[in-house]
C-alpha cells in the first residue's frame, strides 16, 4: 500500500494520464510534472506543472514546494540529444551522469534517473503501484478459452520470451504450434507483428483459421517501477491482423492500458488475453 503525496513526471502516452485518474478518484495528494512536448493534453487538467527535460532545478523545487514524497515516473520519452538539451543549473549538475548511463541503454537511464531522486530521500513508485489497476488479472481476462494449442504456445511463449529478456535483447515473442515465428527486438512489438504477415501460410495463422500467440515479459534486468511491458487495443488490434489467437503476460507484471475497451476489443475480434503466474503448472 502506497501513501505520501505523489508528483507524477509524466511523459506521453495513456498510462500517466490513467494513473492520474486513478489518484484523483481515490483522493490521494497528488500533482502532475508535465513534461513538455510529450506529455497528454488531458493532464492539463490535473494539479500540476509544465517542465522541461533537462529542468531538475526546477524540478527539485517544485517537489519540495508540493511537499511531494513519492514519485512516478512514466510514459514516452523520446530520447534526447544531451549536447543541444536546454536545461537551467541543476540541469548542469545532474545531465553529465544521466548521459554516461545513457550509453548503456534505456535502462541504465532510467535507473541513473531514479537513483538521482532516491539520493535525495524520495521513493519512487512504479505505475501499477500508483494505479494497481492497470495490472493484468490472473487466468482468462477476454476473449475465447484458450485451446490445448493455444495452451501450449502460450507457455512456449512465454519461456522464449524470457530467454531474449535475459539477454537483453526485447520484451516479446510469438510462437506458433512450438515454433518461433517473432522476437521483439529495437522495432518493438507492432513492427514485430507486422513481420510475421510476410511468413509462409504453413507457419502463421490467418483471419479464419487463428494460431499462435504474443508473449510480453519483463527483462530480468528492468525495473518494473520504471518501465513494465504494456498492452492495449492497438496491441489486440495487431494481434488479430496478425492471424494470431491470443496474448499472454505474467500476472503482476503487465499493464493493460484503458481495459475495459482493450477486453472489449479482445472479445470482438475473438483473441484471448491471459494473466499467468509462474506458480502454475500449465494450464490443460
Known sequence: MTSGKLALIAGGGAVPVEVARYLKATDRPYCVLRLKEFAEPELTDHPGYDVGLGDFGFIFSLLAQEACQNICMVGYVRRPDFDTLEHDAGGAAHLPAIQAAGRGGDDSLLRQVAHMFESKGYVIEGAHEANPQLLVGHGLQAGPEPSAKGHDDM????????????????????????????????????????????LSP??????????????????????????????????????????????VGQVGKLLVVDKTATYATADRLGVFIYGFDDSDSPPR
Not at 527483462?219 to 495487431?238: C, F, H, N, W, Y
Open 155 to 198: 507457455v512456449e511463449a512465454i519461456r522464449i520470451a524470457n530467454v531474449i529478456g535475459a539477454l537483453d535483447i526485447g520484451q516479446a515473442a510469438v510462437v506458433a504450434n512450438k515454433i518461433t515465428l517473432a522476437v521483439e527486438a529495437q522495432e518493438g512489438t507492432d513492427l514485430m507483428l507486422a513481420r510475421i504477415s510476410g
Open 202 to 247: 504453413a507457419l502463421k495463422g490467418s483471419l479464419a483459421d487463428r494460431k499462435g500467440v504474443l508473449a510480453k515479459v519483463a527483462k530480468p534486468i528492468q525495473d518494473l517501477r520504471l518501465d513494465m511491458p504494456t498492452i492495449g487495443i492497438s496491441t489486440v488490434e495487431a494481434v488479430a491482423q496478425a492471424g494470431l489467437c491470443g496474448i
